[in-house]
């Protein structure tokens, strides 16, 4: 049995190929990112193709997400590579030339403009803090406070909110296109500030618009979370940037909390970033691995996000077996402490019929799944906000639309032909599950579609005995 926790997996040099798509896919994968800040169009291209020809080869609907690389600052070049600092050490941030034991350029020129005495800079994810001692002619001095090692072209946070960086740049407009021409099905943007850069990205999508994904990874996210919701299609919280941008301790607290404002406003969500990070060495995580990627199930994360562990790792199979492994023991184990369903704020029709469907699964030990007939993929969205015990069977004739639906909880996509009547399309979803081996004659299901059909606001509900087509 599938986990109903979704799992994404990121494409790289460990995973790229035909054959390791296909176990990652045997392991459980339904979404595959691909990280555009690191590789070639021309990689970009091969990842997409070898997703589709497991698609095809495998009968499964496999989701693509293009992760943009966003406002993101990072150091030039430096020599030695890697770079040692030493604390106390002085080191000048430069808007161009070469990296040396005095300083460094970086890929925003601009910085020194943006920064104050006192600023905090933190390179690598974290590993060196610097601190702000003065700017002159666009030139930053600092002052070593945590000493480490980095390397070139790695990751300079500054406090996002005094970034003068556009929040959609040139590279990403660029990227956006190539992307878009390769078909994706979703587009994760980085580094979002507030509510108008969802809308600056969607409006450069101009007539191929896709589901975005939020990443928030600044505090300006955070702080507007609920308004960027509203707005943008699923959330990832990205816990690599924003826990350079917050305190390490109020990480767990801020993930709980963006995850309960996600669930109450409907919208997937991805949990991100050094969930098994130490199976990019071992074959078995540690123990404290093993509970974050628990806690995050129980928090009702959609889905659950491997980077490094699949793609530069040395076992990238296992990581992903094991990330399944635990959202189905947690799922099916650990109900009693689960977080709490948001309190029901039905505003119409569809939403209705969903919250119905998974009321008389809870109490009818007896029905096996509840099963959906949908052409936008809100219905598959609306029973999966839900959370029911059951699996969702979501029938979609758009190949487009059952990939773009990747990221919800529990949610099976299936192909399916247009019905003529709500007759044809009760006796197809009957069908169509036995066949599968997905119930058997005389289980119960319950069906939530739209009557008559074609209509777009879903409005019926039918208890159903497999095998029986007396509608």
């Known amino acids: 049995m599938s986990a109903r926790t979704k799992l994404v997996c990121t494409l790289g040099p460990a995973s790229a190929t035909p054959k390791m798509v296909r176990g990652l896919v045997e392991a459980d994968a339904s979404v595959f990112r691909i990280n555009c800040s690191h590789g070639t169009r021309e990689d970009h291209a091969r990842s997409v193709s070898i997703v589709r020809e497991v698609e095809g080869a495998t009968g ?3 989701s693509v997400l293009a992760d943009l690389p966003g406002p993101k600052v990072r150091l030039a070049d430096v020599h030695p590579d890697p770079f040692v600092f030493r604390p106390g050490q002085a080191f000048e941030i430069r808007p161009g030339g070469p990296g040396n034991a005095t300083g460094a350029a970086t890929s925003y020129p601009g910085l020194a403009g943006d920064l104050r005495v006192g600023d905090r800079i933190l390179l690598a994810d974290g590993a060196v803090e610097l601190t702000v ?3 002159e002619g666009g030139r930053v001095q600092t002052e070593c406070v945590r000493a480490g090692s980095v390397r070139s072209h790695q990751g300079v946070n500054v406090p996002a909110e005094r970034l003068s960086l556009p929040p959609v740049t040139e590279k990403d407009r660029e990227m956006l296109r190539h992307v878009l021409d390769l078909g994706v099905d979703l587009v994760a ?3 979002v500030r507030g509510p108008s850069d969802i809308e600056e990205l969607r ?8 589901p975005i994904v939020a990443k928030i990874e600044t505090r300006p996210a955070v702080d507007g979370f609920e308004q960027i919701l509203e707005v943008s299609d699923a959330a990832m919280v990205a816990r690599g940037d924003l826990g350079v941008e917050l305190p390490m301790e109020q990480i767990p607290l801020v993930q709980k909390r963006l995850l309960r404002a996600a669930r109450a406003a409907d919208r997937p969500v991805i949990v991100a970033t050094q969930m098994l990070e130490s199976m990019i060495r071992s074959p078995r995580p540690t123990r404290a691995e093993a509970n974050d990627v628990a806690s ?10 491997l980077s490094g562990e699949t793609a530069i790792g040395e076992f990238p199979f296992e990581a992903a077996s094991v990330a399944t492994r635990i959202a189905r023991a ?8 689960r977080a709490a369903q948001p309190p029901c704020l039905h505003t119409g029709e569809a939403a209705a019929v969903a919250h119905a469907a998974a009321s008389i699964v809870q109490g009818d030990s007896d029905a096996v799944a509840i099963t959906c007939y949908t052409t936008t993929g809100r219905t598959a969205a609306l029973l999966s906000a839900e959370r029911p015990r059951v699996p969702i069977h979501a029938f979609i004739p758009d190949a487009r639309v059952r990939r773009a639906n ?7 996509t299936h192909g399916a ?5 709500t007759d044809q399309m009760i006796s197809m979803m009957d069908e169509r599950l036995r066949a599968a081996g997905l119930a058997a004659e005389g289980d119960t299901v319950v069906m939530a579609a739209s009557m008559p059909a074609g209509r777009t606001t879903t409005n019926m509900l039918k208890v159903h005995l497999v095998g029986s087509l007396e509608v």
């Open 60 to 62: 499964r609907s496999l």
């Open 417 to 421: 032909e247009r019905p003529d009547d």
């Open 189 to 191: 943007q980085s580094f």
């Open 133 to 135: 001692t003065g700017t």
């Open 406 to 412: 990747g990221l919800l909880w529990g949610v099976e």
């Open 296 to 305: 995050a199930v129980l928090d009702g994360a959609d889905a659950i996000m």
């Open 203 to 210: 409006a450069a999508m101009g007539e191929r618009p896709v």
């Open 330 to 337: 947690v799922e099916s184990q650990g109900a009693e402490y």
